[in-house]
Each structure stands twice: as structure tokens, then as C-alpha cells.
């Protein structure tokens, strides 16, 4: 995949680290429940939180802004450190500012354009908290994780994803001294692409060398990566669930080829590819989308489990798997149907490095340590939901012909039904402005707790 936070289009909105206070903080609740048994689950108060990187950020002192458009205030913000003191984070209007609204307990959804008094605002990120001040901490490895989506509102060039990534769980707040603000306001982002977009890593700004890009973003000299497991990277037309793995095994700030931007993708410490199970691109045309198997006119069920080689907690991550339950009836995952390819449904160490023949990609997920450096990953993991388009390549790497150039009969490169042109963001952003993504009733605990069928 190639999420990207170019996508972060809102006027006026920008970053910080130390706290403001012209607005209280106030997480949205969305509780959870933890499962050791079908029937057996108990309620967390847990809560969500908006990512930095979407808030309003002025200087400590006033209501100065210490970035605007695609630059930064060079009074406030010489260097990155003097940046980071001399600005504050300040908290959400979360339904007003980001259309991220709670329509029952235990659901959340994200509007993916809102229009507020600064502008309007595109797509929203937000993380899992278990206190008002601490990221929910998971640890997958002989679990699963299920939840309830809505994708019916979401078309073609979209991406509702949920996800794990490898952050802190205080958000960065103990390990670095210029970040004061910490989970509680949504800091210490992290993923496999390496994002050199993150205006504040690990508590200083990404100032030295930053270049907007005309709009509302740009890039810096450093970026931030960590391992990632995409649970659910979806629209109405497409989906794929991927598992991405680094050579560190922690958050780490990268720069230059580290980074793997453009030609070094393949020399970055992260491998950005990951090994995805997307049905369509697997010869299964007629699994998942608008009257599909999976009909995505309705909400349905998604399960992945985590199977380990000795069937505990700390076992070695061996395969992970995939289940719908949609009216009541649970729907295994589709059979691969590529020449190459064993007949499979789930993501294993045979099925990434025979997908990856069979389609002539690179194995860096296998070269950085595949299933297993995923195993060990997913034992510190925060919990992403989110809302987003693709300034980088439209999207069409999830649901359309990617790379755009190569003959879409050739086995992998087509990975859904979508047009090219439908993901651009300028297209999508004003087509689809009400578009419009729901998450619910989040489960986990032992395998087999967590659904039933009817």
C-alpha cells in the first residue's frame, strides 16, 4: 500500500507539540469488549482519539499559527526543537471540525469531507485509547479481532482502514523531551511507509529540509517507521489485508535511503509492498463488492485471526487468517486462483513468497524477515481506524489497474474493478464529499470467541 498524509487537505489546521488551551480535549467513547469465549465477553471503556497531525497547532503565546498552507513559521519555527517548544496542539471539536461522530455505542463514523468554519476538513485518523492518556495496547499473537463495518458509502478511490501499528504507548511522551502532549492528543504516529509528511516526530518538528507541496502538506528530512499489520484496507469495490514488517522493532525515525522514498523503496528499513490477500487481484472476481459474496450494500462481520505454531500467547506467528459473517451466515475467505499459487485462503510464509513469484514482485517482506519479524511486532500494537484518499498513487495499488502502464491481464496487476481516474483526489473530493465509512462493535480475545453464527 502507499498511504501517504498528503491527504490532509483542511485550511488552517496545523501541528504542534506542547498544549493548548483554547479547546478541551474530549474523547469520543467507543468501548470494546474482550472475549475468552463465545457469549464470554466482558466491556471496556475504551475511547478514541484524533492523530496530531490533523489539530490546530499556534504558538504558545497566542493564536499564531506555527504552519500554514505548506510552510512553516520561520519565526516560531527556526528548527525543529525550537519549533516544538514554542508551539501548542490543541484539542478537537471531533463532530464540527472532522466529522468523526458516534452513532451508537461501540460505532464510530468518519465523514470523509466536512466542512467547517476554517474550510473543510479530509479524512480523520484516530486511535484506540485504554485511559484518556495511554494507546490500547495489543498483542495478537493467538487472538483475533474482529469488528462490524459499513463500506456501502464508500466508493471506488477510498479507503476506510483499520490497522496496527507499532507506536508508543504514551504516544512518544516519556521517550522524548520536546513532545508535552502525548497520546491524550494523538502524537507518535507511525507505519511502514516510512511517512516523511509527520510534521512532529519524535518530539521536534520535521522542519530542516521540509518542501510543501503547494497545498496544505509536504515532506521533511526525516520520516517515522515502525511495523504494520492492515487488518482492513477497503471501499464498496475492493479490499486486501496485508501484514508489513521492518528490520527494527520499535518506532524508529529514519532518513535519506532508510526512508525508502522513490527509487530506494526497496533499501528502506520497512517493507512498504507487505504481502496482501486481495481477493480480486487473486483471481476471485465475484467474492467482495455490491452483491457479491460479501455484499457491500450492508454491514457485515470481519474476523482475523492469528494463528501461532504452538498455539500460545508467545508462540511464533505461523498464519493469519480471514472470516465475514454477514445475515447471520459465516463466509471463509476466498481460494486463491493464480497460476503459481497454492489453493489457499490465508496468509502464510508459502503463500507470500508464491504470490510474489507468481505476480514477478520484489519479496522484500520476506528479505526483512516475513512471518516471523511480523510475529514479533505484533505483540506491542495500537489499534488505527481511519478515513483517507491517495495523493500519491489514487488508490489504485487497492481497487483498480496498478502500476497504471502494465497490462491489466497480467496476473497481479489488476486488483479490482475501479477506474484509474476514480481515486483522484480532486475528482473524488468533490464527487463524493458525503462519503462516509462506519466501524463497530470491536471484539477480542481467544480464538473462536468473537463470532457465531446464526
Keep these: 500500500m502507499y498511504r501517504s498524509a498528503a491527504f490532509l487537505t483542511f485550511a488552517s489546521l496545523v501541528l504542534g507539540q506542547q498544549i493548548g488551551t483554547y479547546t478541551a480535549e474530549k474523547h469520543p467513547s467507543m468501548p470494546i469488549e474482550v472475549c475468552t469465549a463465545p457469549g464470554s465477553c466482558t466491556k471496556e471503556s475504551t475511547e478514541v482519539v484524533l492523530d496530531?497531525?490533523?489539530?490546530?497547532?499556534?504558538?504558545?503565546?497566542?493564536?499564531?499559527?506555527?504552519?500554514?498552507?505548506?510552510?512553516?513559521?520561520a519565526t516560531a519555527c527556526p528548527d525543529g526543537a525550537t519549533c516544538a517548544k514554542n508551539c501548542a496542539i490543541d484539542g478537537a471539536d471531533y463532530s464540527g471540525t472532522?466529522?468523526?461522530?458516534?452513532?451508537?455505542?461501540?460505532?464510530?463514523?468518519?465523514?470523509?469531507?466536512?466542512?467547517?468554519?476554517?474550510g473543510q476538513n479530509v479524512g480523520s485518523r484516530v486511535y484506540l485509547m485504554a485511559t484518556p492518556d495511554k494507546y490500547k495496547m495489543f498483542n495478537l499473537l493467538n487472538k483475533e479481532f474482529t469488528f462490524d463495518v459499513d463500506v456501502s458509502k464508500l466508493p471506488c478511490g477510498l479507503n476506510g482502514a483499520v490497522y496496527f501499528s507499532e507506536m508508543h504507548e504514551d504516544g512518544g511522551l516519556s521517550a522524548f523531551d520536546g513532545n508535552a502532549a502525548g497520546a491524550k492528543y494523538g502524537t507518535g504516529y507511525c507505519d511502514s511507509q516510512c511517512p516523511q509528511d509527520i510534521k512532529f516526530i519524535n518530539g521536534e518538528a520535521n522542519v530542516e529540509g521540509w518542501g510543501g507541496d503547494g497545498g496544505n502538506s509536504g515532506t521533511g528530512k526525516y520520516g517515522i517507521c515502525c511495523a504494520e499489520m492492515?487488518?482492513?484496507?477497503?471501499?464498496?469495490?475492493?479490499?486486501?489485508?496485508?501484514?508489513?514488517?521492518?528490520?527494527?522493532?520499535?518506532?524508529?525515525?529514519?532518513?535519506?535511503v532508510d526512508c525508502g522514498a522513490g527509487s530506494d523503496r526497496y533499501n528502506s528499513i520497512c517493507d512498504k509492498d507487505g504481502c496482501d490477500f486481495n481477493a480480486f487481484r487473486l483471481g476471485n472476481k465475484e467474492f467482495y463488492g455490491p452483491s457479491k459474496t460479501v455484499?457491500?450494500?450492508?454491514?457485515f462481520t470481519i474476523v482475523t485471526q492469528f494463528i501461532t505454531d504452538d498455539g500460545t500467547d508467545t508462540g511464533n506467528l505461523k498464519s493469519i487468517h480471514r472470516y465475514y459473517v454477514q445475515d447471520g451466515v459465516v463466509i471463509p475467505n476466498s481460494q486463491t486462483e493464480v497460476a503459481g499459487v497454492d489453493a489457499t485462503n490465508f496468509i502464510s510464509e508459502q503463500f507470500c513468497e508464491q504470490q510474489k513469484t507468481a505476480f514477478g514482485d520484489n519479496n522484500y517482506y520476506g528479505q526483512l524477515g516475513g512471518m516471523a519479524a511480523m510475529g514479533k511486532s505484533l505483540t506491542k500494537m495500537v489499534l488505527v481506524l481511519s478515513i483517507w484518499d491517495d495523493h500519491a498513487v489514487n488508490m489504485n495499488w487497492l481497487d483498480s489497474i496498478f502500476p497504471n502502464d502494465a497490462d491489466p491481464e497480467k496476473p497481479g496487476v489488476a486488483r479490482g474493478r475501479c477506474d484509474p481516474a476514480d481515486g483522484v483526489p480532486e475528482t473524488i473530493e468533490a464527487a463524493?464529499?458525503?462519503?462516509?465509512?462506519?466501524?463497530?462493535?470491536?471484539?477480542?480475545?481467544?480464538?473462536?470467541?468473537?463470532?457465531?453464527?446464526?
Design 230 to 256: 492492515d487488518i482492513w484496507e477497503a471501499n464498496s469495490d475492493a479490499t486486501a489485508y496485508t501484514p508489513h514488517v521492518c528490520s527494527v522493532n520499535e518506532q524508529t525515525r529514519c532518513e535519506g
Design 432 to 454: 463524493h464529499p458525503d462519503a462516509y465509512v462506519i466501524y463497530s462493535n470491536i471484539k477480542f480475545g481467544a480464538i473462536n470467541s468473537t463470532f457465531t453464527a446464526n
Design 52 to 73: 496530531s497531525n490533523w489539530r490546530w497547532t499556534h504558538v504558545t503565546d497566542g493564536y499564531t499559527n506555527c504552519y500554514t498552507g505548506s510552510e512553516w513559521n
Design 98 to 118: 472532522y466529522g468523526i461522530t458516534t452513532p451508537s455505542s461501540g460505532a464510530l463514523k468518519l465523514q470523509f469531507v466536512t466542512k467547517n468554519g476554517n
Design 295 to 299: 455484499d457491500t450494500t450492508k454491514p
